[in-house]
């Protein structure tokens, strides 16, 4: 039983880290642009699907520039469609990312069709590892330490270098930024990439543990805003917390009572905001209240 359980908490913490990916990514998005973002989750499918077709047609070595393809696109939807509801009623985005997302999942039921596809892990990293009582396979803990990896790179983006200010500062007050001479056009549409980006990050990791279908966004969407409301708006280790929180909770659930894992993760939701209505770690962001 001791195994059982430790395994599972593997588990669950590569669900977190996927989860965090998607999830700050999300965030830096509303945090920047004010909106909330219901595509995120179709461009979470379309990682997975860009790197199901850069494997078939180039070989696994080519899988990365999966993401570079979906904030391609992102960044191109931001363009010619976000940029037109900057500033007006916060109902007209959530509408708009909504009606995307309905879209874009109907665009990966044409090219890719309806039925699921296979992706199997790398042959490199198949197989288990077994060390004392937890057994996990190899592409899990491959996943579990890129992750780490990416996340580390993006706190250091953010806190040291003068691209990441400006985002920070942006999320907090954009007019002010703007006045500084910085040409917020051009930040909101590689800000609109970025979150784009980390979640193909997550489709493209996510491609050989979930199932490579149209509807796996629903999957991605409804945890990544659980994970941002429990951890708290604004903030980057209340995000890294709440989705290792989720992920395990999510993992153990599944192994003891499969029919409550989808609900256990609103459960916890609901049992922080009753103690913390900003969440774990949330801020007071006056640019929202």
Same mark, same amino acid.
């Given at each position: 039983?001791?195994?059982? &359980?430790?395994?599972?908490?593997?588990?669950?913490?590569?669900?977190?880290?996927?989860?965090?990916?998607?999830?700050?990514?999300?965030?830096?998005?509303?945090?920047?642009?004010?909106?909330?973002?219901?595509?995120?989750?179709?461009?979470?499918?379309?990682?997975?699907?860009?790197?199901?077709?850069?494997?078939? %047609?180039?070989? $696994?070595?080519?899988?990365?520039?999966?993401?570079?393809?979906?904030?391609?696109?992102?960044?191109?939807?931001?363009?010619?469609?976000? @940029?037109?509801?900057?500033?007006?009623?916060?109902?007209?985005?959530?509408?708009?990312?909504?009606?995307?997302?309905?879209?874009?999942?109907?665009? &990966?039921?044409?090219?890719?069709?309806?039925?699921?596809?296979?992706?199997?892990?790398?042959? *490199?990293?198949?197989?288990?590892?077994?060390?004392?009582?937890?057994?996990?396979?190899?592409?899990?803990? *491959?996943?579990?330490?890129?992750?780490?990896? &990416?996340?580390?790179?993006?706190?250091?983006?953010? @806190?040291?270098?003068?691209?990441?200010?400006?985002?920070?500062?942006?999320?907090? $007050?954009?007019?002010?930024?703007?006045?500084?001479?910085?040409?917020?056009?051009?930040?909101?549409?590689?800000?609109?990439?970025?979150?784009?980006?980390?979640?193909?990050?997550?489709?493209?990791?996510?491609?050989?543990?979930?199932?490579?279908?149209?509807?796996?966004?629903?999957? *991605?969407?409804?945890? *990544?805003?659980?994970?941002?409301? &429990?951890?708290?708006?604004?903030?980057?280790?209340?995000?890294?917390?709440?989705?290792?929180?989720?992920?395990?909770?999510?993992?153990?659930?599944?192994?003891?009572?499969?029919?409550?894992?989808?609900?256990?993760?609103?459960?916890?939701?609901?049992?922080?905001?009753?103690?913390?209505?900003?969440?774990?770690?949330? %801020?007071?962001?006056?640019?929202?209240?």
């Amino acid at each position: 039983m001791t195994s059982l &359980i430790l395994s599972q908490i593997v588990n669950g913490l590569v669900l977190g880290f996927l989860y965090v990916l998607i999830a700050i990514g999300l965030s830096i998005i509303f945090g920047m642009l004010g909106i909330v973002n219901f595509a995120h989750g179709a461009f979470f499918a379309l990682g997975a699907y860009f790197a199901l077709t850069l494997r078939n %047609e180039l070989g $696994d070595v080519w899988i990365f520039l999966a993401p570079l393809c979906v904030a391609v696109v992102g960044m191109g939807i931001e363009v010619t469609l976000m @940029r037109r509801i900057y500033g007006k009623e916060p109902l007209l985005g959530l509408l708009i990312t909504f009606g995307l997302a309905l879209l874009i999942e109907e665009i &990966i039921r044409t090219v890719w069709g309806t039925v699921g596809h296979p992706f199997n892990a790398p042959a *490199a990293l198949s197989g288990f590892i077994e060390y004392g009582p937890i057994l996990v396979t190899r592409y899990r803990v *491959a996943v579990l330490v890129l992750t780490v990896v &990416i996340l580390l790179g993006l706190w250091l983006f953010l @806190r040291r270098t003068p691209y990441g200010r400006i985002i920070r500062a942006g999320s907090r $007050d954009a007019e002010m930024v703007s006045m500084l001479g910085i040409n917020l056009k051009r930040v909101f549409t590689l800000v609109f990439g970025l979150g784009t980006a980390l979640a193909g990050v997550a489709g493209v990791l996510a491609a050989p543990l979930w199932s490579v279908v149209p509807s796996m966004s629903a999957g *991605a969407i409804m945890p *990544a805003f659980v994970v941002v409301t &429990i951890g708290g708006l604004g903030s980057f280790a209340g995000a890294v917390v709440s989705g290792l929180l989720v992920g395990v909770s999510v993992a153990l659930t599944i192994q003891f009572w499969p029919a409550a894992a989808t609900a256990v993760m609103y459960v916890l939701m609901v049992l922080v905001l009753l103690v913390r209505p900003r969440g774990l770690l949330g %801020e007071r962001w006056e640019r929202f209240e």
